[in-house]
């Protein structure tokens, strides 16, 4: 049977950071001693009162359809952690619960995007925007960045990428995969700019609660109202409270495009998990004595990792600010990242994730979110790998 595949799904890149991951599994499997920097999820344990209100919701028997942007309950402790938090406005019908920040996103471009249209994502990128991008059947503008400017794009830069066809600017800070934390001075320069030229942005804050070094996470929402008019925020649970698979996660949009969000998702998931959205609610408004205890040993393994990685020749990494990665420069290793990570796995096993995979090259992702003891390890065989190398 020759079957047909949609183009749009025929489009699709196939995740690279999946590709590494299984084979790093199915060598664990296999009894090999692998040690993995792959994980784009928290090491932590979910906090307890969280599980709690999800089991206590569970055993009430809280397990039929909700709305389907979420339970009235939830939105409310989400807009009042927009206003606590951010000094944002929002009304509850402003926002909307999905099933992931990832399902937020795709939400947020499925709604605004159609073929045509182009939107803006900077280099390095988390890999699913332009994917998601593409499954609209719109054309992504990558605007590549590097190292020296840690990762981050210029009002200049964004000025000469927009065209009339613009339709959004996908912002992510703190960074997947860089860890870069924009300034508030550099977001609200290039807010500015989408602000003047009609430009929507999709900002991407699932990481605001993870940063280092007293960095200042400020929402391009939150400089004026038309910043905030021309911003949908995009965010989660899945990493400030290591909720990763419950699927949980939420946006904060303009009236008419949470409507149009609404609609999109009552057509294809509808709600997302009732008794989740419980533990949702546990979250937003418990007790948050977890965070400080996690950004303390997050702190601790940043920095050994990036004074390590910095001491490997031919290595060279900006520290992040915020997230859990880091992101080495390798280029001097004369070796491209796919092949780089290939054979980091085969001679080291050490599973990490290849720059290109996020449309940079020249890098690695380290994720820190795994015990100083793997750290430790798998960076002594990174720096034996490099060492190694034939130059
Ligand atoms: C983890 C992550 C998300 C959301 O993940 P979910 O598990 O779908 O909530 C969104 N954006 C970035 C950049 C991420 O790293």
Known sequence: MNYHISTRAAALSPSLTLAIDSKAKAMKAAGEDVVGFGAGEPDFDTPQHIKDAAA?????????????????????AIADKFKRENGLDYKPSQIIVSCGGKHSCFNVIIATCQEGDEV?????????????VKLASATPVILPTTDKTEFKITPAQLRAAITPKTRLLVLNSPSNPTGSVYTPDEIKAIGDICVEKGVLIMSDEIYEHLTYDG?????????????????????????????????????????????AIDAVQSHSTSNPTSFAQKGGVAAMTGPQDHLPKWLAEYAKRRTYAWQKLNSIPGIS??????AFYLFPNIADTGLKSAEFCARLLDEQKVAAVPGIAFGADDYLRISYATSMANIEKGLERLDKFVRGLKK
Not at 120 to 132: D, T, V
Request: hydrophobic share 45%; net charge positive.
């Open 317 to 322: 990494c900006v520290n992040a600010k915020g």
């Open 120 to 132: 803006i994502i900077p280099a390095p990128y988390w890999l699913s925007y332009p994917e998601m």
């Open 56 to 76: 206590a919701a569970l055993a009430a028997g809280f397990t039929k359809y909700t709305p389907s942007s979420g339970i009235p309950e939830l939105r409310q």
């Open 215 to 259: 960095a200042v996470v400020k929402s391009v929402a939150s400089f004026s109202p038309a910043h905030k008019d021309h911003t949908i925020i995009v965010h989660g649970f899945a990493k400030a409270w290591s909720m990763t698979g419950w699927r949980l996660g939420f946006l904060a949009a303009p009236e008419p495009i949470a409507k």
